[in-house]
């Protein structure tokens, strides 16, 4: 680098983490905008000499569903370990840098939300920041409109896919169950190590698909010879012999014991630090938090033992972290299971077809089959150009067959939300409140009114919906209820 070019780089690098001192102060700036000045005063280049800077180096975590809970489950190991520096539910290049804006750590590990290509450069992220590792949860269909413009899938696999195309060096890990990371994968094997990990269980997802699955490579449709969760199983390409790879390492046991859930670890992992791959064979307890928390528990323990520097700690570190784990780990949005009264309650967010059945799995898997057939739906509705959101919805929601199923829009357009409600009404029984985006406070009372009156025993309330704004508020309010009650 030009000497010119690093007192440029420096002044950047002055600049920024003054402002991030200042953030700590209170001074009520962004989290982003430190990493923001720096690349006023810098330039991209700049990042790549902070990046530089990492003991070990940088590991991005993207993904449809489940980013946030892994990035955290990721921090919590490796802070044990190792000198962190790190940042979750951040979608823009301002949050890692703000990150990188430190000194003296091993490993930065941050959270990174790809829509689609245009907005999220992850090319441009992944040769700047220069990561040692991409860690990617599961690809579904989500944000088929950004901005006004159409994002088809393809699009958005390739967006995902960029993100570790520029890699040359260290681990991309991927969920083997899930044919699109595992497509990533194999496209990267001959550039850097591939760990992929995934599930061994008895447990099975009987429902349908919510949509077919295609085959990465040639488009003709996947079979499968078993589903855990959606379209996350055992899978395999007829036509081109594309299949789901052997996972690194499995969770091979799941024991259910009311508010604990048992799993056993088993596997060979590659530890990138020491350059040895490592035997893993472990039982740690977890809170009951459904299938799909499972993936992101094995995503994080994959990633954790793929970069942990000490690998004698990895048997403790996993215990003392799984043991101590709780559910306030997960996003404000979460699905939750409580009671009020006499009724079952299973709330949260559920944004995408993917989502909204591992709630429903979630529900079926903690209370039993009681729940199939005395089950009442309140479904709060995708926006305006989300209808194959919707597809998915319908898919998962027609399989189930719920006794009722109220609608109420989740996002801004009532209109769309009538013309979902529509489809709805013809092969379920269903109603619709057309309550406005504006008046939150009365779409979260005719929720709470719902169901207080509903004279099912058991009732789901997922859709979409902004994560605090109404899921958050629902939820205290819900359980404020449960309090009084
Ligand atoms: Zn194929």
Request: aromatic content about 8%; glycine content about 8%.
């Given at each position: 680098?030009?000497?010119?070019?690093?007192?440029?780089?420096?002044?950047?690098?002055?600049?920024?983490?003054?402002?991030?001192?200042?953030?700590?102060?209170?001074?009520?700036?962004?989290?982003?905008?430190?990493?923001?000045?720096?690349?006023?005063?810098?330039?991209?280049?700049?990042?790549?000499?902070?990046?530089?800077?990492?003991?070990?180096?940088?590991?991005?975590?993207?993904?449809?569903?489940?980013?946030?809970?892994?990035?955290?489950?990721?921090?919590?190991?490796?802070?044990?370990?190792?000198?962190?520096?790190?940042?979750?539910?951040?979608?823009?290049?301002?949050?890692?840098?703000?990150?990188?804006?430190?000194?003296?750590?091993?490993?930065?590990?941050?959270?990174?939300?790809?829509?689609?290509?245009?907005?999220?450069?992850?090319?441009?992220?992944?040769?700047?920041?220069?990561?040692?590792?991409?860690?990617?949860?599961?690809?579904?269909?989500?944000?088929?409109?950004?901005?006004?413009?159409?994002?088809?899938?393809?699009?958005?696999?390739?967006?995902?896919?960029?993100?570790?195309?520029?890699?040359?060096?260290?681990?991309?890990?991927?969920?083997?169950?899930?044919?699109?990371?595992?497509?990533?994968?194999?496209?990267?094997?001959?550039?850097?190590?591939?760990?992929?990990?995934?599930?061994?269980?008895?447990?099975?997802?009987?429902?349908?698909?919510?949509?077919?699955?295609?085959?990465?490579?040639?488009?003709?449709?996947?079979?499968?010879?078993?589903?855990?969760?959606?379209?996350?199983?055992?899978?395999?390409?007829?036509?081109?012999?594309?299949?789901?790879?052997?996972?690194?390492?499995?969770?091979?046991?799941?024991?259910?014991?009311?508010?604990?859930?048992?799993?056993?670890?088993?596997?060979?992992?590659?530890?990138?630090?020491?350059?040895?791959n490592l035997p893993i064979d472990l039982k740690v307890p977890l809170p009951a938090f459904g299938i799909h928390n499972l993936y992101n528990l094995l995503c994080a323990v994959t990633t954790y033992i793929s970069f942990t520097p000490n690998p004698e700690n990895i048997k403790n570190t996993i215990s003392e972290t799984c043991e101590s784990l709780d559910l306030s780990i997960l996003p404000p949005g979460r699905f939750e299971i409580f009671k009020v009264k006499n009724k079952w309650i299973g709330m949260g967010q559920g944004d995408n077809g993917d989502a909204l059945k591992a709630n429903i799995q979630f529900m079926e898997s903690y209370l039993g089959e009681e729940i199939n057939g005395n089950t009442a739906f309140i479904y709060t509705t995708p926006d305006e150009g989300e209808d194959e959101i919707f597809e998915d919805h319908y898919s998962s929601l027609s399989s189930f067959k719920p006794v009722m199923v109220h609608v109420i829009p989740g996002r801004e357009s009532i209109e769309a939300a009538k013309n979902y409600y529509e489809i709805i009404k013809k092969s379920l029984p269903a109603d619709f409140y057309p309550l406005p985006y504006e008046e939150m406070d009365k779409r979260i009372d005719k929720i709470r009114e719902l169901v207080k009156e509903s004279t099912s025993k058991y009732i789901i309330v997922s859709g979409c919906g902004p994560e605090d704004y109404m899921w958050g508020n629902l939820k205290s309010r819900c359980k404020s209820q449960k309090k009084r009650s």
């Open positions: 680098m030009a000497l010119s070019q690093t007192v440029k780089c420096r002044t950047a690098e002055s600049a920024g983490k003054l402002s991030k001192h200042l953030i700590k102060l209170g001074s009520g700036m962004g989290k982003s905008y430190p990493g923001h000045l720096f690349l006023k005063l810098g330039s991209l280049n700049c990042v790549n000499y902070l990046a530089s800077k990492l003991g070990i180096g940088s590991i991005i975590i993207t993904g449809t569903n489940g980013k946030t809970t892994s990035t955290k489950i990721t921090i919590l190991l490796l802070a044990k370990d190792a000198k962190l520096t790190y940042n979750y539910e951040s979608n823009t290049i301002n949050a890692i840098v703000t990150g990188l804006l430190t000194s003296k750590v091993d490993l930065g590990v941050f959270e990174y939300g790809i829509r689609d290509i245009e907005h999220a450069i992850p090319d441009t992220v992944c040769k700047i920041v220069d990561p040692v590792g991409v860690v990617y949860t599961n690809i579904s269909r989500e944000h088929s409109q950004v901005s006004g413009r159409k994002n088809p899938f393809k699009e958005y696999l390739k967006a995902k896919q960029l993100l570790s195309t520029p890699m040359k060096r260290g681990v991309v890990i991927c969920n083997a169950d899930d044919p699109r990371t595992t497509y990533i994968g194999k496209n990267k094997e001959q550039d850097t190590k591939v760990t992929y990990y995934g599930l061994d269980i008895d447990l099975e997802d009987k429902t349908p698909l919510t949509g077919d699955v295609f085959c990465p490579i040639c488009g003709e449709n996947l079979v499968y010879s078993k589903r855990y969760l959606n379209h996350r199983g055992i899978y395999e390409c007829t036509d081109c012999g594309f299949n789901r790879p052997e996972p690194d390492i499995k969770l091979t046991k799941l024991i259910l014991e009311n508010d604990i859930w048992w799993v056993t670890l088993n596997g060979e992992i590659y530890n990138y630090p020491t350059d040895k």
